[in-house]
């Protein structure tokens, strides 16, 4: 069966950093491009970023750029995404979502989410 | 405002066919595939289509996606209550390189 299972997410304030985890199992993590979607309060879903299967190459939406970095440990099978300078406007559940193809296809598994909120 | 248009609600009642549009460019449906995905608040959301019509196992079959030139279609046939969610439609966009999403579709079970 497939699980993945985001952690790190809490209260941070404006301009701090946080890295999020997502730990995965039942398939060959090395295979899938894994992502970042989130959701803020009130709105919709969001791509974040995504990255291939041999972490070789990243995506990111414009608004993170040059401040989140997602990376992958395909031999303890685990996601992050490391996120600083952050915004209120980061404030956010933020899933993990596997891909279905080693590079961008559809987001074929889910995590339940992990809560980052950014306070002033 | 976001790159692929969906309308904000769609209601339907038990037994009917609904469908949700989303419109996007050249750039993103008019050149990639297009995925929809099942998303009721507080839980994972769920892939419902892929590929512009493809199924992954599970999915009813009372789901189905189409895609014509710039726009795709959602259609979901034979209401039930438990569809009452939220849907998004997703797509590569080679302009922004990076993955859009609608803004989603909150469809109601009268």
């Known amino acids: 069966e497939v699980q993945l299972v985001e952690s790190g997410g809490g209260l941070v304030q404006v301009g701090g950093s946080l890295r999020l985890s997502c730990t995965t199992s039942?398939?060959?993590?090395?295979?899938?491009?894994m992502n970042w979607v989130r959701q803020a309060p009130g709105k919709g879903l969001e791509w974040v970023s995504s990255?291939?299967?041999?972490?070789?190459?990243?995506h990111y939406t414009d608004s993170v750029k040059g401040r989140f970095t997602i990376s992958r440990d395909n031999f303890n099978n685990t996601l992050y995404l490391q996120m600083k300078s952050l915004r209120a406007e980061d404030t956010a559940i933020y899933y993990c979502?596997?891909?279905?193809?080693?590079?961008?296809?559809?987001?074929?598994?889910w995590g339940q989410g992990t809560m980052v909120t950014v306070s002033s | 405002q976001s790159v692929l248009t969906q309308p904000p609600s769609e209601s339907g009642t038990p037994g009917q066919r609904v469908t949700i549009s989303c419109s996007g460019s050249?750039?993103?449906?008019?050149?990639?595939?297009v995925n929809w995905y099942q998303h009721l608040p507080g839980t994972a959301p769920k892939l419902l289509i892929y590929?512009?019509?493809q199924r992954p196992s599970g999915v009813p079959d009372r789901f189905s996606g189409s895609k014509s030139g710039t726009s795709a279609s959602l259609a979901i046939s034979g209401l039930q209550s438990e569809d009452e969610s939220d849907y998004y439609c997703?797509?590569?966009?080679?302009?922004?390189?990076?993955?859009?999403f609608g803004g989603g579709t909150k469809l109601t079970v009268l």
């Open positions: 979502a596997k891909d279905r193809s080693y590079d961008y296809d559809a987001f074929d598994m």
């Open positions: 039942g398939f060959t993590f090395s295979l899938n491009a």
């Open positions: 990255v291939s299967g041999s972490g070789g190459s990243a």
């Open positions: 050249s750039s993103n449906i008019g050149s990639r595939t």
């Open positions: 590929n512009n019509n």
């Open positions: 997703a797509a590569w966009d080679d302009s922004l390189n990076g993955v859009m």
